[in-house]
Nanobody, 123 residues
């Protein structure tokens, strides 16, 4: 198993920034692609972005491209989501997840999930 714990959420004004962290336990973290998803009230879970196990490749949903950046530090078993130019529509619970698939945007291809961290962007 790969226990995951997110942190870094909070309340921020529109245009502001936040950095989310996701810390993993265990030696197998480096073998997993890591994704970020979000879920707003009354909406379905949405793919935000993914980084491959080596960190060499990233992909994002269109609505966050140019504003969000995923990175990972395999020595620290941690993946990050840097969020800039935040908008009220970014308000959601953000989850990190680990996948054995090398590069997936599909939530059902993720094996382990964190508990989520709330991000609220005020207008």
């Amino acid at each position: 198993q790969v226990p995951l714990v997110e942190s870094g959420g909070g309340l921020v004004q529109a245009g502001g920034s936040l950095r989310l962290s996701c810390a993993a336990s265990g030696r197998t973290f480096v073998t997993y692609a890591m994704g970020w998803f979000r879920q707003a009230p009354g909406k379905e879970r949405e793919f935000v972005g993914v980084v491959t196990s080596s960190g060499s490749r990233r992909d994002y949903t269109d609505s966050v491209k140019g504003r969000f950046t995923i990175s990972r530090d395999n020595a620290k078993n941690t993946v990050y989501l840097q969020m800039n130019s935040l908008k009220p529509e970014d308000t959601a619970v953000y989850y990190c997840a680990a996948s054995r698939s090398p590069y997936s945007s599909r939530w059902y291809e993720y094996d382990y999930w964190g508990q989520g961290t709330q991000v609220t962007v005020s207008s």
